[in-house]
């Protein structure tokens, strides 16, 4: 298979412009600089450092930057087979299946501090501000796509292998390391040196190019490339803790456990089936109960039932399947919420949509007519008897912040941002705007009422975790400036709007131009003190500078009105932006 060439570096695009529609216009003249910080030679991966400074003329037309020397290291001798459909493949990228939006097109994708990065080793950290807390101790992680090969055709934000950055903390010191999970994906391409399993949002792009991929992909099946019953995820989406293990999750795969080494190295001890109970893939986003510490969570897909909810008891063992019948069509449905009786479960206007998908367009589309749903069962439900589904229009969430009962269990209550611009969700996420609300649901009359906490751009939703499924007051939240970037953090007071339904922002702290971070997390100072206030703890998150090209780690004071930076770790190279972390103690560690 032919490298990817330094010419191709010229053509990235500014990092603002983060999708299009399918005939996207060029993007703005931006006086400000563009970087891209590492490029990956398909055959053997290497990182090259580089850095320009241009301007866009008045007609679009792209400067000529300097040129970049890229050492290519020797191939290994590959199989007639594999010269073959690497070439097939090469084919397709170069003639069938070139880059026809900007939301796929990688120039663009992964460009700026989206580009992604080598393996790092436990690396020390320089404090360079403040002291970090002692409930700090212990290890943030922080999940997200990170490719292992620079794509030659299609891709999307959401592809690329899922790469951990842990930050481990102890007695005030900190280590950094970024390690790639080690799916079977990644492994069995890492040791052919080359991509093996097409991308799942950016792989098929009309009628031809489908057809050829999946000859492609039938053909390395056949040939033995490859074995999809072990999995074809890339686990880069989030992490949980239960049962006295961590996984790293994708929805498209089983969970990956993993391990943190005492020098804060970390390990993937492999894919896991629950003693073969959970032998289809499951959400990135289980619901960890902190009073049983039961885990709850559910998967979905494309043929019936599209929805099968079940749980984890406090050992991590995986209990009986419920599928839910009673949701008809194939829902987009990545997060959910619980409460101490019940899971609450959209269904949105975003739904799978194979055949759109062969007919070129996105693995999910957007249904206008379609009348969003909350469906809320007994979390203890042997079958979907009990499951009722209550209509609640133009409701369309992503994520759930967090849900409780009220009213003796008659009524439940949920926070969750709602994409009120839902069409641009996987196309133009720069177009995203997402308001957070409150729904109120009376599970005897049927009513449900609901409004907005804040009009602000929010997303990434945050509690302290011991509040889960019960009644919180603080929501920690991403700015969207626009999404998929968080210019800062701010704090709701969701009992505001119990009063006189006002804005609920009540601390803010923004990153300054050019600064970005990511998912907020909140880490309680005293974890085990019932008498603690809800919000006496500390927010951490990663930050990047694109006007320095380095990367901090904050801990900010959640109490204070501008969550004040108690904090600053410099780190030893820059983290890409990325999705969902989790904070894992040091207690816990040790039970791993």
């Known amino acids: 298979m032919d490298s990817l060439s330094s010419s191709f570096l010229p ?16 993007p703005p003249p931006r006086p400000s600089t563009f970087r891209v910080f590492s490029v990956r030679i398909e055959e053997k991966p290497q990182t090259v450092t580089t850095r320009s400074t241009t301007k866009r003329s008045n007609n679009q037309e792209r400067p000529t930057p300097p040129s970049v020397n890229i050492e290519k290291k020797p191939v290994a001798d590959q199989s007639l087979p594999a010269t073959i459909f690497n070439a097939f493949d090469d084919i397709i990228n170069k003639f069938i299946d070139l880059p026809s939006r900007v939301s796929v097109d990688p120039r663009h994708v992964l460009s700026d501090n989206f580009s992604p ?26 999940n997200g796509p990170n490719p292992q090969y620079l794509p030659r055709g299609p891709y999307h934000l959401f592809d690329g292998d899922g790469m951990l950055h842990a930050i481990r903390i102890s007695k005030g010191k900190a280590t950094l390391c970024s390690r790639f999970v080690k799916t079977y994906k990644y492994n069995i391409e890492k040791d052919a040196g080359f991509p093996i399993i097409p991308n799942v949002f950016s792989g098929f792009n009309g009628i031809a190019a489908s057809a050829a991929r999946m000859a492609v992909t039938a053909g390395r099946f056949f040939a033995g490339q490859f074995d999809p019953t072990k999995g074809i995820g890339s686990a880069n989406t989030s992490l949980a803790f239960f049962g006295n293990k961590l996984y ?19 390990i993937t001890l492999g894919r896991h089936d629950f003693d073969g109970k959970l032998f289809m893939s499951m959400t990135a986003h289980p619901k960890v109960d902190p009073v049983t510490k039961e885990a709850f969570a559910f998967r979905y897909g494309p043929m019936p039932p599209f929805l099968t909810f079940f749980r984890f008891n406090e050992n991590g063992e995986k209990q009986a399947d419920v599928p839910i019948f009673s949701m008809t069509n194939p829902s987009f449905l990545h ?19 194979p055949m759109e998908m062969i007919g070129g367009g996105s693995p999910v589309s957007t249904d206008p007519g379609k009348v969003p749903r909350l469906g809320v069962i007994p979390r203890y439900a042997k079958d979907e008897s009990e499951m009722k589904w209550f209509e609640v229009l133009g409701f369309n ?8 009962e009220e009213d003796d269990g008659d009524t439940v209550v949920m926070v969750a941002p709602n994409i009120l611009s839902v069409e641009h969700t996987l196309e133009r996420m720069d177009l995203i705007h997402a308001s957070v609300e409150k729904v109120r649901i009376n599970l005897k009359t049927g009513m449900v009422s609901r409004h907005p906490l804040s009009t602000r751009n929010l997303d990434f939703g945050v509690i302290n975790p011991g509040f889960v499924g019960l009644k919180n007051r603080y929501v920690y939240c991403g700015v969207g400036d626009p999404m998929p970037k968080i210019s800062g953090v701010v704090k709701l007071d969701v009992s ?7 804005e609920c922002i009540v601390g803010s702290r923004m990153f300054g ?45 959640a109490k204070t009105p501008t969550l004040e930076i108690v904090a600053t770790v410099k780190l030893p190279r ?10 894992v103690r040091e207690s816990d560690i040790n039970r791993m």
């Open 11 to 26: 053509t990235f695009s500014p990092p603002n412009s983060t999708a299009s529609h399918p005939s996207p216009p060029p």
């Open 117 to 142: 990065v080598d393996e790092l080793p436990p690396t020390d950290c320089e404090v360079i501000q403040g002291t970090l807390p002692s409930c700090l101790d212990g290890a943030y992680f922080r």
């Open 248 to 266: 790293a999750l994708g929805e498209s795969d089983l969970p990956y456990a993993l391990k943190l080494a005492p020098n804060g190295d970390i």
């Open 335 to 353: 997060d959910f919420a619980l409460t101490k009786n019940y899971a609450i479960f959209p269904e949105i206007q975003i739904g799978m949509s």
């Open 397 to 404: 969430i992503i994520h759930a912040i967090n849900a409780w």
């Open 496 to 502: 505001l709007a119990e009063v006189d339904r006002r």
């Open 513 to 557: 131009p050019g600064c970005y971070g990511g998912e907020p997390f909140f880490v309680a100072r005293e974890p085990d003190n019932p008498n603690a206030d809800e919000d006496d703890g500390y927010i951490i998150s990663y930050v990047h500078d694109e006007n320095t090209g380095e990367s901090r780690f904050l801990a900010m004071d």
């Open 574 to 583: 820059r983290v890409p932006y990325g999705f969902h972390g989790l904070f």
